[in-house]
């Protein structure tokens, strides 16, 4: 509950003790009711007697934490007509006071010393006959006060003449009481006593939970926490269940911290205690480093199967096909070591360094490997081992799969060492010698080389017949490998070992980087010829049309608009001054020449961006004067000051709606033959007057100025419907707006004027320069100045103005409105209020707001532009509230009081059955009553009033109420459901 009680009577077992001055006035009188428990009355009843000044004083009440305190009475008051001969003497008031002080007083009573309150009434006052009937009427009253200061104080009664029977004094104050958010804590809080400013509290993480994003409630003045931003989430191993972060359970595990569930471990994993992180392999499993926790365990895979080997003169291949078990990975590699084994089977040594492995001897993809550079006459053992990701980890022997190839084919080794001759920069001559002792033919030798730098990518060989060879067409400066080895009728023989000689480096060089720069000029004229082409070809084919658009005039733009190919064909379009190339034609065309000397200022109203606003009059011949205002250009302004101050005129003379400022015209020229200044009273407001050419906007004088600050004088001074008539002139203007193609971009309650009929009248009109010239407008991150509090977030996100993002503008006013001039989002920045926005809150309803307007405020506020109202909605809907009034008795907060209501804020919940209803209410047990009587659909129940309510057996007063006010609800969730394609 946000009350906190600090004193109520009816709870109070002793004594009271609180005193009476004089003595003979206010009487305290104890009874006690069928629980025994005392009922502490204060009555006093001296109606006959002049000049009653009976006083009854509290004790000393500790103020606690409370900023400002709610006394709420209740008590019974006699109608001074019922009683005869008291005419003079009788009163129907009694006043209330108080009395601030840091510790109880032991001194006398000083009245004095207290602050009046208020003058206390009753709104129902009980009569002779009444007591007949044995019917009194109880009044209850609630005060505020404060701010208070002191540590407590005393509250007293004043008589003075009246018959009253005071039955009970409560006092509490509001706070926004502990609470549970987005898994923070939020603790009591004790709201400002300025209702118009919030206190920011910060959440504190519930246990096992951490911040996300700071999180934040507000408390607002009611005692109601407003604004949820930012949140905790629960950290690892914990989840969220009913707001609160629970320990997985056993076999699931939480590896991050966030608002996920816990996750049933991966296959070959298991967790056994509460709160597990991760889940450990079972095991002969393992998860590598870079394994996520989310992913199964898995184990080393099977050796390769199927070895087989394919030998060439050249070429070892070896192929073999995959393991049948992978380990459940997929990162499955081979790596192959090579033994080359004497006689003897431990007479074997590694041999991967002698041979040359293509692509490479470990960390094979494919399972296949070419072998070269092997000996003619020897075994080779190669091992093929297949791995995975999990390989390393295990500890268990590696599974490998083998085969023994001979590569004994023959053919005599070279013997002698291979030398360079000579070498050139794209040559290189070598020899040899012939082996010593062969009984073989030699048919040829063949040379192998490659680039040192490449090796192992590509080679190249020769072949000769003769004991030497020059290789030619190499790199300069380069280095080269070379081998040889001998071909015989029995194969060939082994390679020599590798020798590694340079190609010289020299003026070669330098052609080619001559070569390389011709290249590079050729490509360049080349490339610059095919653009010259591809341009021709394409003016000649019409593809630049762009190009010839964007030099469309704009005189060709405004025709397209006024032929009606604005938004809407055939109803009058704005057109926008900048699509004229002279800004004075757009002036001509849309405004009126007001010759200055037909005005006459009288005073300043107001300052503007380009100079003060005045209130004058207007004449024109043959017709009745009229009050105007008149918004004047400072002197010293500059040719473009004066195009955009006109800019506004251009715009607003081509409208014509009574919700939309008049303008009457404009002075831009100085009248023949007046050199000098010429108005009364010119010193006041128009500098422009002596400087330059005077310059001035005239528009009608609207009486009540703009409506925020009207609203502000005059809090709570409107019914309901005067303010729906407002919302609606406001919606009507807007219509005409967004039916004219022009979007307003700033609609705000501080842009509105408000007449003495209180009409309210659209202004501020020029787009861009609005932005400029309104206080509340900021820099967005991508540069533009928009009103944050009142603007549609795909506008500020990404400029996208429209009327639907006028309609979110309009809601914001709806809300300004309601509240009497109370800013949106209180002092919220502007940043919280877009990540407010973001996270899906908006605005409660104001105090006192009927539930059908701020239902409308949030249609206005829906995130996808294309469901929020047109303005023709908006107009529509309010004119049938306004047709029917009982529609806006319903409040919000007569909604949010009842006990534990279903659903949340702004949750007004469409019921489908009479059951689903009372159980809403908690009025359930009413259902049978409800049958019996025949009302046994929502329809009917929507039609009952407090006496069919009544009769039909539910006879305490507060389920009366309870339910009627629900009725009145329904009632108007019916109407809306019947409000065709708008519902609410
Ligand atoms: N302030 C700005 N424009 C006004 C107008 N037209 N009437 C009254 N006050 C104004």
């Known amino acids: 509950c946000s009350h ?25 009188i104890t009874e006690m009711d069928e629980h025994n428990r005392p009922i502490h009355t204060f009555q006093v009843c001296n109606v006959m007697e002049p000049n009653q000044n009976n006083w009854l004083r509290s004790n000393w009440i500790s103020r606690q934490a409370a900023q400002k305190i709610y006394v709420e009475l209740r008590f019974t008051l006699r109608d001074c007509n019922s009683i005869p001969w008291v005419s003079g003497t009788c009163k129907e008031t009694f006043n209330l006071f108080y009395h601030e002080t840091d510790e109880a007083h032991s001194v006398k009573f000083k009245p004095q010393q207290y602050t009046k309150i208020d003058t206390i009434a009753a709104d129902e006052s009980f009569t002779q006959m009444d007591l007949g009937d044995r019917i009194l009427k109880l009044n209850t009253e609630v005060r505020e006060v404060g701010p208070m200061t002191r540590k407590g104080f005393y509250l007293a009664f004043q008589d003075i003449g009246a018959c009253i029977a005071l039955v009970s004094v409560r006092i509490y104050y509001k706070k926004c ?37 700071t999180p934040k409630l507000f408390c607002g003045a009611d005692g109601d926490w407003l604004v949820p931003l930012g949140r905790c989430v629960c950290s690892i191993a914990y989840e969220e269940i009913d707001g609160s972060c629970t320990a997985c359970h056993p076999g699931f595990y939480k590896a991050y911290a966030g608002n996920i569930r816990c996750s049933k471990c991966p296959p070959h994993s298991f967790s056994y205690g509460e709160g597990a992180a991760i889940c450990h392999c079972e095991t002969g499993f393992f998860r590598a480093e870079s394994d996520p926790p989310t992913m199964a365990c898995t184990r080393p895979p099977s050796p390769p199967r199927n070895l087989m080997f394919n030998l060439n003169d050249t070429c070892l291949m070896l192929e073999w096909s995959h393991p049948s078990d992978t380990g459940g990975r997929r990162d499955l590699t081979y790596n192959v070591q090579c033994k080359r084994c004497g006689p003897e089977p431990d007479q074997c040594q590694f041999c991967e360094e002698e041979l040359r492995f293509l692509p490479r001897p470990l960390g094979l993809t494919d399972a296949t490997v070419t072998i070269m550079d092997f000996s003619a006459h020897a075994n080779y053992t190669f091992e093929i081992e297949s791995l995975n990701g999990v390989s390393d980890i295990s500890s268990f022997p590696r599974q490998v799969a083998i085969i023994t190839v001979s590569t004994d084919q023959g053919g005599p080794s070279l013997v002698g060492s291979l030398k360079k001759d000579w070498a050139s920069p794209n040559s290189i001559a070598l020899s040899w010698q012939q082996p010593e002792q062969t009984t073989m033919l030699i048919l040829d030798y063949e040379i192998k080389y490659y680039e040192k730098e490449h090796e192992q990518l590509s080679y190249s060989s020769t072949r000769t017949k003769a004991p030497s060879v020059i290789i030619s067409g190499l790199k300069p400066a380069t280095w080269y490998v070379f081998c040889v080895r001998t071909r015989s009728p029995a194969g060939y023989s082994s390679y020599t070992p590798k020798y590694e000689y340079k190609t010289t480096g020299d003026s070669s060089d330098i052609a080619s980087d001559q070569g390389q720069v011709l290249v590079i000029v050729t490509a360049a004229v080349g490339g610059f010829t095919l653009l010259v082409i591809l341009t021709l070809f394409l003016l000649i084919t019409g593809r630049c049309q762009w190009y010839f658009k964007a030099k469309m005039t704009s005189e060709e733009k405004r025709t397209n608009y006024q032929n009606g190919h604005g938004p809407f064909p055939g109803i009058k379009t704005y057109v926008d001054p900048d699509t004229y190339e002279d800004p004075t034609q757009a002036i001509h065309e849309f405004t009126k020449e007001i010759d200055p000397s037909r005005i006459r200022i009288e005073r300043v109203i107001g300052a503007g961006e380009f100079g003060e606003v005045c209130s004058g009059r207007l004449r024109t011949p043959g017709k009745k004067e009229i009050a105007v205002a008149i918004k004047t250009l400072k002197g010293g302004y500059v040719e473009r000051q004066r195009r955009d101050f006109l800019r506004e005129a251009s715009i607003m003379g081509q409208f014509d709606h009574p919700n939309i400022i008049r303008l009457e015209g404009v002075v831009t020229k100085r009248p023949l033959g007046v050199p000098g200044p010429h108005f009364e009273n010119h010193w ?32 709570g001074h409107f019914t309901v419907i005067q303010l729906v008539g407002m919302l609606r002139g406001i919606a009507s203007g807007m219509k005409y707006l967004s039916d004219m193609g022009y979007v307003h971009r700033d609609l705000a309650a501080r842009n509105i004027l408000v007449n003495s009929n209180l009409v309210c009248k659209v202004s501020d009109f020029g787009l861009s320069r609005v932005l400029e010239d309104d206080p509340e407008a900021a820099y967005t991150t991508t540069g533009g100045k928009i009103p944050i509090r009142w603007t549609a977030p795909e506008a500020i996100s990404y400029r996208k103005f429209s009327s639907a993002s006028d309609a979110w503008s309009y809601g914001i006013v709806m809300w300004e409105v309601m509240s009497y001039g109370e800013r949106p989002y209180w002092e919220m920045s502007n940043q919280d209020v877009i990540l407010s926005i973001e996270e899906g809150y908006r605005l409660p309803a104001p105090m006192g707001c009927p539930v059908a307007l701020h239902q409308l405020m949030l249609h206005c506020w829906q995130k996808e532009r294309s469901h929020r109202p047109k303005f023709t909605d908006v107009v529509t809907f309010l004119d049938k509230l306004i047709r029917n009034p009982s529609s806006l008795l319903p409040l919000v907060e007569d909604i949010q009081s009842l006990p534990e209501s279903p659903g949340e804020e702004m949750d007004y919940p469409m019921f489908i059955s009479i059951g689903d209803w009372l159980d809403s209410i908690k009025m359930t047990q009413y259902k049978s009553n409800f049958m019996a009587a025949g009302y046994n659909t929502l329809d009917s129940v929507a039609r009952m009033n407090i006496e069919d309510v009544r009769r039909i057996g539910v006879e305490l007063i507060g389920h009366q109420r309870r339910i009627t006010s629900s009725v009145q609800t329904l009632r108007l969730q019916l109407l809306h459901e019947q409000e065709k394609g708008f519902h609410v």
């Not at 709870?11 to 609180?18: D, I």
């Not at 009481?177 to 009591?188: G, I, K, M, V």
């Not at 906007?697 to 809090?715: K, P, T």
Request: aromatic letters at 10%; proline letters at 5%; glycine letters at 6%.
């Open 177 to 213: 009481p502990f609470t549970l958010r987005n898994l923070a804590s939020f603790p009591d809080t004790v709201p400002r006593v300025d209702s118009s400013s919030l206190v920011e509290v910060r959440g504190a993480c519930i246990d096992h939970a951490e911040e996300r994003d």
């Open 4 to 28: 906190f009680v600090l004193l109520d009577t009816t709870s109070v077992l002793g004594e009271l003790g609180w005193k009476t001055y004089p003595i003979n006035g206010w009487d305290a």
């Open 684 to 715: 006041l407001c128009c500098v422009c007057v002596f400087a330059g050419r005077p310059v001035m906007i005239v528009v009608e004088y609207v009486e009540n100025g703009s409506l925020d600050s009207f609203l502000r004088q005059h809090d």
